[in-house]
T-cell receptor
Framework: GENVEQHPSTLSVQEGDSAVIKCTYS??????FPWYKQELGKRPQLIID?????GEKKDQRIAVTLNKTAKHFSLHITETQPEDSAVYFC???????????FGTGTLLAVQP | EPEVTQTPSHQVTQMGQEVILRCVPI?????FYWYRQILGQKVEFLVS????????KSEIFDDQFSVERPDGSNFTLKIRSTKLEDSAMYFC?????????????FGEGSRLTVL
C-alpha cells in the first residue's frame, strides 16, 4: 500500500523567511496530493492541493511542486508569519483505493 | 458553508466500555471516512464507507470497531470494548464524489479518553 514520508519533523524559521517541507510517496499510481495545516487541538485544514496533471500550483504565499518521476512533492511558504506556526501534513491518494494516506507531520515554528 | 459535524467533542470512558462516536457528513457527500490521531502523531486512516458498506479498512480497524449509517444523515463509529490505546482524536471526514475529483472535508473531531 501507499507510504508517505515527510521531512523535516520540525522546522524553525525567522519571520519573513521561507519554509520548505518535503514528502515522498511510494505508489506511482497516486495522483492527488493535498497539504493540511493543523493547529493545536483542531482539525486538519486543507491549504493547497495538486493533482498529477500539473507540476506546480501557487496560492498567494503558498506553493506546491510535484515531481512524479521522483515521487516527491514539496510545500513552499514564503514570507512566513507567526500565524503560519502549526503542524503541516502532506498526504497522497490514488491507485485502486479511495483513501488519503498522511505523512508524519512537520511542526513549523515561525519566530517573530 | 456546509461542514461535517461530530459529537461528542470529548468523551471520557472506562476501559472495556462501549463508545459510539457520531458524525453528520455534508449532505450531498457519498464517501465517508474515519481517521484517528493519537496525541502528537500523524492522522491514520481507519475505514472508508460508500454505498452503505465498508469499502476499505486498515489493520487498526479490528473486530472491536464497527461503522454504521443508521439513517440518511448520521455516520457512526462504535468501539465495542475500549482499550487504553484507543485514546485519541477521532476525525470523521466526507467527500462528494471520490478523491479523484474533490477534496476531503474533516469534522472538528471527537477526543476519546480511555481510563
Amino acid at each position: 500500500g501507499e507510504n508517505v514520508e515527510q521531512h523535516p519533523s520540525t522546522l524553525s524559521v525567522q519571520e519573513g523567511d521561507s519554509a520548505v517541507i518535503k514528502c515522498t510517496y511510494s505508489d506511482s499510481a497516486s495522483n492527488y496530493f493535498p497539504w493540511y495545516k493543523q493547529e493545536l487541538g483542531k482539525r486538519p485544514q486543507l491549504i493547497i492541493d495538486i493533482r498529477s496533471n500539473v507540476g506546480e500550483k501557487k496560492d498567494q504565499r503558498i506553493a506546491v511542486t510535484l515531481n512524479k518521476t521522483a515521487k516527491h512533492f514539496s510545500l513552499h511558504i514564503t514570507e512566513t508569519q507567526p500565524e503560519d506556526s502549526a503542524v503541516y501534513f502532506c498526504a497522497a491518494y490514488g491507485g485502486a483505493t479511495n483513501k488519503l494516506i498522511f505523512g508524519t507531520g512537520t511542526l513549523l515554528a515561525v519566530q517573530p | 458553508e456546509p461542514e461535517v459535524t461530530q459529537t461528542p467533542s470529548h468523551q471520557v470512558t472506562q476501559m472495556g466500555q462501549e463508545v459510539i462516536l457520531r458524525c453528520v457528513p455534508i449532505s450531498n457527500h457519498l464517501y465517508f471516512y474515519w481517521y484517528r490521531q493519537i496525541l502528537g502523531q500523524k492522522v491514520e486512516f481507519l475505514v472508508s464507507f460508500y454505498n452503505n458498506e465498508i469499502s476499505e479498512k486498515s489493520e487498526i480497524f479490528d473486530d472491536q470497531f464497527s461503522v454504521e449509517r443508521p439513517d440518511g444523515s448520521n455516520f457512526t463509529l462504535k468501539i465495542r470494548s475500549t482499550k487504553l490505546e484507543d485514546s485519541a482524536m477521532y476525525f470523521c471526514a466526507s467527500n462528494q464524489g471520490g478523491l479523484s475529483t474533490g477534496e476531503l472535508f474533516f469534522g472538528e473531531g471527537s477526543r476519546l479518553t480511555v481510563l
